[in-house]
């Protein structure tokens, strides 16, 4: 299963450095990132998740962008955000784990 694969990445991507890495995860559509983010594969992951899509108000993505970089979070995103999207790692354990991880 698709999902399965993702969140086993996520698990390990996450987990790969001395402290929690941030994680980001893009989609293609908001239906599917939707679908994942609302499937079991996701329920170890959803206390420390964010989601960036295109329907966000500007603010709250800029927010959302932001704690994108913390460690041990994990993002689900929209491909909208892969190019463009300054993601800017200010916390150090993030740094120092080897910085976020892009799937």
């Known amino acids: ?3 399965q694969a993702i969140a086993g990445e996520i698990g390990r991507r996450r987990s790969s450095g001395k402290e929690p890495r941030a994680v980001l995860v893009f ?3 908001v239906d599917k990132l939707m679908r ?5 594969y996701f329920d170890a992951f959803r206390e420390t998740s964010g989601i960036i899509t295109e329907e966000q108000i500007r603010a709250d993505r800029n927010d959302s962008i932001r704690k994108a970089t913390e460690s041990g979070v994990v993002t689900l995103c929209t491909a909208a955000f892969g190019r463009g999207t300054d993601f800017k790692i200010i916390d150090r354990r993030v740094k120092e784990s080897g910085g976020m991880h892009v799937l």
């Open 1 to 3: 299963d698709h999902f």
């Open 27 to 29: 989609f293609r559509h």
């Open 36 to 40: 994942f983010r609302d499937s079991s």
